[in-house]
């Protein structure tokens, strides 16, 4: 499981808000000394404001953790990040000052310590405006949304629902409500949500709908065996929150993966398990690099598109891509593009060769596979670079450059229930099954494991370490 305060990301982000405090203070010591009308503008040389910057320095990287500076811009109106800012710098001004008096530093320039405040505060403030309404608008144009899954119809399921209305910009969306009785089925909730099924099919929908949070509103002592539906959101990677009612040692449950945490939804709060990467931030910044990243190499490879699309063509009749339809997170369903690497009809003679199939599980693999295009097919395949058309899918937002491979809904229909959390996350390009030594051994059991292994221990070095051994894997032609 991704620790969120022990990610690069979450230390990039604190290096940002440093650089912006150190920023102030340089800013606020320029204007200080160079910008103010007359006598104001006289700087005494002593004390060595070099040693009052390194201070800050470490005064407010303490304060912003203490004061809980990193919250989540998706759950939290844009006032509390606000008043964290607040709270931050005044409580780095209290260090400061404490460690100036211990340090007997006297004679700091009280007009300048207060300028650098209103700057700091100011362009911290400005910084997160920018990054809040930027997320704010993604998810009010409908991207980067989130299903809700509701269990319950009583009063807390409707608080819930009016929070997610009254806070649209969030990006949540109730896609409905499940009850334990059979004669609450189809019953109007509140604002024409419905009560859409009953908790002992919740696998059965779980598996066929996108679903990203599952939110219990009901007191868990009227589900039977509550903990074993907790467990099947644990294992398949949806993220799990419970409202209280204060009799949570009826459940006697410990997850095996997932990290339990209390926080506020919208301004309800919650028990909340899971098992993915939480930090907005960090997924963020994957995103952005991501959509770069996917322009430049789109362009950087332009001489290839054109290279293999003649090869194709030479080599066989038919269209130079192949579309398929994949699974991306959490089962949404996108067309998958690569270069065409079999026959047109590989689809269709695919019933003939099943029973060759030498990979266990939903995964058809097979040696010298006669539907392979001569020569071109083959090559595309070794050097991966059949997968290259993906970098559009990047594009659009619908895959990663790094996460697990997008599934196609046959294979996820025969998946276990562990093994739906490798559709957690955002599908890749690559992932560890690529760079695998020997990936084309290993069983599907072994593939499921590296997939889920990737997704427990992300982080952004972990991403840019896989792209560099792709890279090699390519140039060694490792593939199949």
Same mark, same amino acid.
């Given at each position: 499981m991704l620790r969120e305060h022990g990610s690069l990301t979450l230390d990039m982000q604190k290096a940002i808000d440093i650089a912006i405090t150190g920023f102030s203070f340089i800013a606020a010591y320029f204007i200080?000394?160079?910008l103010l009308p007359g006598n104001l503008s006289n700087l005494s040389r002593d004390?060595?404001?070099?040693?009052?910057?390194?201070? $800050? +320095?470490i005064a407010w990287y303490i304060s912003f953790k203490w004061m809980g500076m990193y919250m989540s811009y998706r759950q939290e109106p844009f006032w509390q990040f606000f008043i964290v800012i607040l709270k931050s710098?005044?409580?780095?001004?209290?260090? $400061?000052? @404490?460690?100036?008096?211990?340090?007997?530093?006297?004679?700091?320039?009280?007009?300048?310590?207060?300028?650098? /405040? +209103?700057? *700091?505060?100011? /362009?911290?403030?400005?910084?997160? !405006?920018? $990054?809040?309404?930027?997320? =704010?608008?993604?998810r009010t144009d409908g991207f980067n949304t989130r299903n809700v899954l509701i269990v319950g119809s009583q009063s807390r399921a409707r608080q819930v629902i009016e929070a997610v209305e009254k806070y649209k910009a969030t990006g949540?969306?109730?896609?409905?409500?499940f009850e334990a009785e059979e004669e609450r089925l189809g019953t109007t909730v509140l604002n024409g949500h419905k009560v859409i099924g009953l908790v002992k099919d919740l696998e059965t929908y779980l598996r066929n709908n996108i679903v990203d949070e599952l939110i219990f509103a009901m007191p868990l002592k009227r589900i039977e065996k509550a903990d074993r539906y907790i467990t099947m959101a644990e294992n398949m990677g949806i993220k799990a929150r419970i409202i209280? *009612?204060?009799?949570?040692?009826?459940?006697?449950?410990?997850?095996?993966?997932?990290? @339990?945490?209390? =926080? =506020? !939804?919208?301004?309800v709060y919650n028990m909340t398990l899971q098992t993915t990467p939480q930090n907005e931030g960090a997924l963020l910044i994957k995103n952005a690099f991501d959509l770069v990243s996917a322009i430049l190499l789109i362009i950087l490879s332009f001489p290839f598109f054109i290279t293999i699309g003649l090869a194709i063509k030479y080599f066989s009749k038919g269209p130079v891509f192949y579309k398929q339809e994949r699974l991306g997170l959490n089962g949404r369903r996108f067309m998958v593009y690569k270069f065409r690497t079999m026959v047109e009809d590989a689809d269709e003679?695919?019933?003939? #060769?099943?029973e060759m199939n030498e990979m266990d599980g939903p995964v058809f693999k097979i040696k010298n596979d006669p539907r392979i295009i001569p020569h071109v097919g083959s090559f595309l395949r070794k050097t991966s670079? *059949? =997968?290259?058309?993906?970098? !559009?899918?990047? #594009?659009?937002?619908?895959?990663?450059? +790094?996460g697990p491979r997008p599934p196609i809904p046959k294979e996820v229909d025969e998946y276990s229930v562990w093994h739906r959390r490798r559709i957690s996350m955002k599908p890749g390009m690559t992932c560890l099954w690529q760079i695998a030594p020997q990936r084309n051994d290993l069983s599907f059991e072994e593939w499921m494991k590296l997939d889920l292994k990737y997704i427990d221990n992300w982080s952004l070095f972990n991403d840019f370490k896989i792209l560099v051994l792709t890279a090699k894997a390519v140039l060694t032609g490792a593939g199949r």
């Open positions: 200080k000394r160079h004390p060595n404001y070099y040693i009052i910057l390194l201070l $800050i +320095v710098c005044f409580m780095g001004m209290i260090l $400061i000052s @404490i460690a100036m008096y211990f340090l007997h530093i006297p004679g700091v320039s009280r007009l300048l310590m207060g300028t650098f /405040l +209103v700057l *700091d505060i100011g /362009l911290l403030t400005l910084s997160k !405006f920018i $990054i809040f309404k930027a997320l =704010e608008k993604v949540y969306r109730v896609v409905g409500c209280p *009612d204060w009799e949570l040692n009826y459940l006697m449950y410990r997850p095996g993966i997932a990290t @339990i945490q209390f =926080e =506020e !939804f919208l301004g003679r695919l019933k003939e #060769l099943e670079l *059949d =997968e290259l058309p993906q970098l !559009f899918n990047v #594009l659009k937002g619908e895959m990663s450059l +790094v």
